[in-house]
Antibody, heavy 115, light 110 residues
């Protein structure tokens, strides 16, 4: 069965960076785009961008351009999302989700930014 | 940017009764490839979102048939024919025309 398993919770200081991983199993990793979506506490869903695991091509939401980097390691079927220059507004649960429709989601990774 | 507007933002439901959520987009979600890029999700508390409906009206395998999606262009509706207790949570619509944008969410409570 398809599974997306994300890395554990992180606590970061303002100005730091965080890198969240998403390990895929149960399907051919390179055949489906991976999207990243975040959700601040008590708030709605916010799309951050996608990566094509086959080519490495990415597309980021305008809001995050220059601050986010999505990468992948096809040898271990894992996608990564790195967010730089963190502020308290980046405190959120970060999800990886498969393909445009978001048919499968990771369990979420809580990133807390606090001094 | 396409603005997605859901109504209502909160909904109190009675088990066994129908429920309906509206999602309006500021631009048509009908794309040149003939598909309509509108999706519906349910997020139960503490859980990631779950895909219910894709491309406006295609119910995902395993989703109970009491859920249905309809609409076209800019106006879409998610209907629950007979609400069950497990349907409680927040429902989101989303478009994926070039980028993804979500509606504000509709919180459904018993």
């Amino acid at each position: 069965q398809v599974q997306l398993v994300q890395s554990g919770a992180e606590v970061k200081k303002p100005g730091a960076s965080v890198k969240v991983s998403c390990k895929a199993s149960g399907y051919t990793f390179s055949e489906y785009y991976m999207h990243w979506v975040r959700q601040a506490p008590g708030q709605g869903l916010e799309w951050m961008g996608w990566i094509n695991p086959n080519t490495g091509v990415t597309d980021y939401a305008q809001k995050f351009q220059g601050r986010v980097t999505m990468t992948r390691d096809t040898s271990i079927s894992t996608a990564y999302m790195e967010l730089n220059r963190l502020t308290s507004d980046d405190t959120a649960v970060y999800y990886c989700t498969r393909e445009t429709a978001g048919d499968y989601w990771g369990q979420g990774t809580l990133v807390t930014v606090s001094s | 940017e396409i603005v997605m507007t859901q109504t209502p933002l909160s909904l109190s439901v009675v088990p066994g009764q129908p429920a309906s959520i509206s999602c309006k987009s500021s631009q048509s979600l009908f794309y040149s490839d003939g598909k309509t890029y509108l999706y519906w999700y349910l997020q139960r508390p503490g859980q990631p979102p779950q895909l219910l409906i894709r491309e406006g009206s295609m119910r995902i395998s395993g989703v109970p048939d009491r859920f249905s999606g309809s609409g076209s262009g800019t106006d879409f509706t998610l209907k629950i024919s007979r609400v069950e207790a497990e349907d409680v949570g927040t429902y989101y619509c989303m478009h994926s025309i070039h980028i993804k944008e979500f509606g504000q969410g509709t919180k459904v409570e018993l």
